[in-house]
T-cell receptor, first 117, second 112 residues
Framework: DAGVIQSPRHEVTEMGQEVTLRCKPI?????LFWYRQTMMRGLELLIY????????DSGMPEDRFSAKMPNASFSTLKIQPSEPRDSAVYFC???????????????FGPGTRLTVL | QKEVEQDPGPLSVPEGAIVSLNCTYS??????FMWYRQYSRKGPELLMY????GNKEDGRFTAQVDKSSKYISLFIRDSQPSDSATYLC????????????FGAGTILRVKS
């Protein structure tokens, strides 16, 4: 079975440009997470969706960041305009949330390494 | 103060050593505790999870939770070079929904 798929794997862009990161969760999973990982701040949750609906976006750093999940098979994280401090590895993860179960394993994708010059 | 504290290391040990990795946390509401392993340039993968206090063993790996001290540990017996990775602890509070809070991760290097 395919795991979580992210594209592109690497992105190099210049400050001020728009960046779009893409994620395809594991088929059948109903919860999707976007994380950012840096040496300074570690792994931080940016936003997560349940059944395509954003539930918690308190980790989104500022208005330059936006995320969408138009259907159960696809999500995007957009940064506009990008800044050098956005350079990081961005991970997407998915999970199957079932009622009555407090813990559900999150499966991570391989990440997108973003460099903003 | 961060909710979850973890020493970033690196921790370097010889092959066959027993490794102890630890995290402390500040909020007693955390009830689910996880250890993720992350190889270089890969996504984290779940290694073990425990609910509340106690021990859990899986092969060479043992996870311990001491809620009274707000302290969790991961022990690796007979460490192998293939165990070289970053180990991240993560925690969850029931009222947080599916949100996990991660430690900074400890870099482990097992030398052959």
């Amino acid at each position: 079975d395919a795991g979580v798929i992210q594209s592109p794997r690497h992105e190099v862009t210049e400050m001020g440009q728009e960046v779009t990161l893409r994620c395809k969760p594991i088929s059948g999973h109903n919860s999707l997470f976007w994380y950012r990982q840096t040496m300074m701040r570690g792994l931080e949750l940016l936003i997560y969706f349940n059944n395509n609906v954003p539930i918690d976006d308190s980790g989104m750093p500022e208005d330059r960041f936006s995320a969408k999940m138009p259907n159960a098979s696809f999500s995007t994280l957009k940064i506009q305009p990008s800044e050098p401090r956005d350079s990081a590895v961005y991970f997407c993860a998915s999970s199957l949330v079932t009622s009555g179960k407090d813990y559900n394993e999150q499966f991570f994708g391989p990440g997108t390494r973003l460099t903003v010059l | 103060q961060k909710e979850v504290e973890q020493d970033p290391g690196p921790l370097s040990v010889p092959e066959g050593a027993i490794v102890s990795l630890n995290c402390t946390y500040s909020n007693s509401a955390f009830q689910y505790f996880m250890w993720y392993r992350q190889y270089s340039r890969k996504g984290p993968e779940l290694l073990m999870y425990t609910y509340s206090s106690g021990n859990k063993e899986d092969g060479r790996f043992t996870a311990q939770v001491d809620k009274s001290s707000k302290y969790i540990s991961l022990f690796i017996r007979d460490s192998q070079p293939s165990d070289s990775a970053t180990y991240l602890c993560a925690m969850k509070r029931p009222e947080y929904g599916n949100k996990l809070v991660f430690g900074a991760g400890t870099i482990l290097r097992v030398k052959s």
